[in-house]
């Protein structure tokens, strides 16, 4: 009895402290005083989604496309390279996409590797061997551009993101960005895929900016969709390994559920009341 | 402990002779999980959740074990290693997506388990110790995922561990120097990570002990079940196996299902891109969220907005955040003298009709609404929302609970388990009669409902 009515007290005394204090309060001035401005940038982002058709690895039965993800390698190594790292691949981990032991070998050459002369002893730069991982980069402007290798899954719908943000650059509407105000900062660049519509990196893509290796028209979202597949991969190179194992496994599963649902239907069949 | 009728372990062969004699653990598993416990035979599915709370424990424990070997937790290098274990490590991507979602399903099942305890009441007498043992199994849950979340160093990672131990700076004058001391510094690093990493790793043991405790503790009275009567006779139980291995077989497989859909389709889907970026202490993210699993606790510890003042003094009593903190512990520690507070001698929700109404339309949709708000950005109208909720929920269990179990006119108690199941007509005359199909005993497997010789 003595819990019970502490229990009552106290559930009374937590409640009266929560409405009095904190409930009335804040209602009071959700009802009462004027909602926040939203900032200006909020008018212009436009939520993005993903290239026209989407990609290979879409779905449950989605599956790389080898020839993309060497596309999209061929832009980051062309463009991206020269602001953002890509610390946790391997130049070893390209045979993935379909280059030969051979080619990733030549491939890793022609990337300098910071590392000492074996001669000398001293600090030098080597060309790359397959078993080196991809090299820091030292960004001379302001901020640091993120390092790319789990780019599209440290953010929401990453796949998708990434070629959003790279096919969003352009200019705000005049008419509205007039009217409410709103200007995009020095130093920044309009993007209406980006959160708050200004964003740091300048438009990387242009139409025909590079010629591509298998002679694919190098359109701005031709390449946004490449690197997006290519760093797709990068975040999660086991994708489709991880899917096909678990079609293996759902495959075991559902037949041994049968299984157990059939042997718990023989045990307990003497045991069913009957029905009358 | 257990009942009369339980069969009892005969080893057969002269090795299970000679090892019965001198370490009777073949003898404690039979009795523990095995023919030798008679369990009540109308379980429904709600009580397949305990087993598979031990299942994904296990689970946990060993896909943690192995991670353990691969893993460095030194701030340095704690995110790369986990890298190396997604991309280098054999299979290794496919062991921590387990973990992580393992920790998830653990909670989802734990939930259920718990929700099964609050409708069936079945925290009453004679089940408080396994009640009460439950509880403290669920709060080293809390704190052996919470470090967990850290291990990986990401930003949500660092910010959460920034986040839960700013709450015990709320502690009025050694709020601080015990955060520091917790920590090991100023804010997390190097030393934080280690010992939650120490401790992530003890506490999953200490929770095994307990939840051998709890098993213990529960077979002192035997299982509850969904009619809240207690066993009277033979006819009421069946040996735990094969009958409730063959059926908790089942819904393992099909929970299995789902946990493989997650692990290998949607690895990702409940936890936060956030944490694919490495801490970084000089970038706060636009929101701080814990895993789901502490969403609706999240809710309540935010529902406190305003300082506990003197009116028209300004005078800070007890501030918003120590209320918070307060109200969150509170919140599950009051677990701890629910059988005291619910006083109706009859368990089954099924037979409280007021209970009933209060628990379905009251208790899981303000569970529901505490889930969504603590997800939800600390705004409005969430918060406000959330603080309706919270004050339901405390008055639930202090206020409702405690009232209506005075007040409450209970349904009728079926006499027993059988007649429950079987119907009035065809019940046994007498008591611990053999048959139970009213005369087709034949069909009955050989031995599980004959008297004990």
Known sequence: MTIRLGGIIAGLAITAVLVLWSLLPGAYSYAFDPPAEPQPSAAFYEHGHGPEGGFAFDGVFGKWDMAQLQRGYQVYKEVCKSCHSLKFVAFRDLSQLGYTEAEVQAEAATWTIPGKDPATGEQTELPGKPTDYFPPVYYAGQGVPPDLSLITKARHDGSNYVYDLLTGYGEPDPAKAAKVGFETPDGLYFNKHFPNVNIAMPAPLSDDQLTYADGTKATTAQMAKDVAAFLTWTAEPSLVERRQTGWFVLGFLLFATTLAFLSYKQIWAGLKPKKK | ?453
């Open chain 2, 1 to 453: 402990m257990s009942f009369a009728w339980a069969k009892q372990y005969e080893p057969q062969s002269a090795f299970t002779k000679w090892i019965d004699e001198k370490l009777p653990l073949p003898r404690l598993v039979y009795n523990a999980v095995g023919a030798g416990y008679p369990v009540p035979r109308n379980l429904n599915y709600m009580w397949n959740f305990g087993v598979l709370a031990g299942f994904f424990l296990m689970v946990q424990i060993i896909t943690g074990v192995v991670l353990a070997m691969h893993y460095a937790a030194n701030g340095l290098v704690a995110f790369a290693t986990v890298e190396h274990i997604m991309r280098d490590v054999n299979y290794g991507w496919m062991l921590r997506y387990a973990h992580a979602n393992g920790a998830s399903f653990f909670f989802i099942v734990i939930y259920m388990h718990i929700f099964r305890g609050f409708f069936y009441s079945s925290y009453k007498a004679p089940r408080e110790m396994i009640w009460l043992l439950g509880v403290v199994i669920f709060l080293l849950m809390m704190a052996t995922a919470f470090m967990g979340y850290v291990l990986p160093w990401g930003q949500m990672s660092f910010w959460g561990a920034q986040v839960i131990t700013g709450l015990f700076g709320a502690i009025p004058l050694v709020g601080e120097p015990i955060q520091v001391w917790i920590l090991g510094g100023y804010a997390p690093d190097n030393a934080a990570l280690n010992r939650f990493f120490s401790l992530h790793f003890l506490l999953p043991f200490v929770i095994a002990g307990v939840v051998i405790l709890h098993i213990w503790a529960l077979h002192i009275p035997g299982s509850s079940n969904p009619t809240g009567v207690e066993v009277k006779q033979e006819s009421d139980t069946v040996p735990f196996h094969p009958y409730y291995t063959a059926k908790d077989g089942f819904g393992l497989g099909v929970v299995l299902i789902l946990f493989t859909a997650m692990v290998f389709f949607l690895p990702n889907a409940l936890g936060h891109p956030d944490n694919y970026i490495e801490a970084n202490p000089l970038s706060t993210p636009a929101h701080i969220v814990p895993e789901w699993y502490f969403w609706p606790f999240y809710a309540i510890l935010r529902a406190f907005t305003g300082d506990l003042t003197i009116p028209f003094t300004g005078i800070v009593l007890v501030q918003a955040k120590l209320l918070g903190v307060i109200a969150m512990f509170g919140s599950i520690l009051l677990w701890f003298i629910l059988p005291w507070l619910d006083k109706s001698p009859v368990r089954s929700g099924h037979y409280r009709p007021l209970f009933r109404k209060f628990f379905w339309f009251g208790l899981i949709p303000t569970m529901a609404v505490l889930f969504y708000c603590g997800g939800a950005p600390a705004e409005q109208p969430y918060v406000l929302i959330s603080q309706l909720a919270t004050g339901y929920y405390f008055l639930h269990f202090l206020v409702v609970l405690p009232i209506i179990s005075q007040i409450e006119v209970p349904k009728p108690l079926p006499f027993s388990i059988t007649e429950a199941v079987i119907g009035k007509g065809s019940a046994p005359e007498a008591p611990r009669a053999g048959s139970v199909d009213g005369g087709d005993a034949g069909t009955a497997p050989e031995g599980s409902l004959q008297p004990a010789e």
